[in-house]
Each structure stands twice: as C-alpha cells, then as structure tokens.
C-alpha cells in the first residue's frame, strides 16, 4: 500500500506562495507511477492541477495554474511537492497529494487510487 501525508497548506493574500508537501510511504512507495495533486472546492469536482510520472522528467499542468505553480519530487526524500505561487483567490481549495501504481493520465482527478487526506489552502483578496 501507499500512504500520503500533506502538509503546508495555510492563508495567504492574494500574490503571496505557498509551498506544499507529501510525504510518501508504505509497502509500494516504490512502485508509484504517476503523481500528482488535485483540489477541491466543496460543491464543485475535483480538478488535478499537476502530475509527473516517477520514472520520468516531465510534469504536467492545467491550464488554471501554468506558468504560476510548480510540481517537482525529491526521490531521496520520497517527498513530493507543489510551489505555488501568484496565488489568487480562485486556488483557494483543498488540495490533496494523490498516487498509483499504474499507467495513468496525471491531469485526471479520477485517475489516482491513492490519496492524502489533503491541506486546505486559502487565498485572500
């Protein structure tokens, strides 16, 4: 199995960065294929805003978030992490470190299988 744990999330205004963590472990944390990092807005879906692939260099965005957020993973650390920054009172969310096993599409939020229990973030005006 895999367990995601993520942390960093928080207030801030608008303009202001964050940067979020997850920590990676259990039995299969080698085996993870695809990562990424999907929000939340309660009443609304799931939106993935980034992934990579582990065994790979490029990382993925959506639309909402290119050129402001960035998705990068330290192996050593089994750590994966999101830089956010421009942040805007849209990107407020509840934003959750998701992984599988498996080939999967990385800016799909019905992709992953694995799921932290997620970090809220909150962009003020």
């Known amino acids: 199995q895999v367990q995601l744990v993520e942390s960093g999330g928080g207030s801030v205004q608008a303009g202001g960065s964050l940067r979020l963590s997850c920590t990676v472990s259990?039995?299969?944390?080698?085996?993870?294929?695809?990562m990424g990092w999907v929000r939340q807005v309660p009443g609304k879906e799931r939106e993935a805003v980034a992934g990579l692939y582990t065994g790979g260099a490029s990382t993925y965005y959506a639309d909402s978030v290119k050129g402001r957020f960035t998705i990068s993973r330290d192996k050593s650390k089994n750590t994966l992490y999101l830089q956010m920054n421009s942040l805007q009172p849209e990107d407020t969310a509840m934003y959750y470190c998701?992984?599988?096993?498996?080939?999967?599409?990385?800016?799909?939020?019905?992709?992953?299988?694995?799921w932290g229990q997620g970090t809220q973030v909150t962009v003020s005006s």
């Open positions: 259990g039995t299969y944390t080698y085996r993870t294929y695809c």
């Open positions: 998701a992984a599988d096993l498996s080939p999967c599409a990385v800016l799909s939020a019905t992709a992953y299988d694995y």
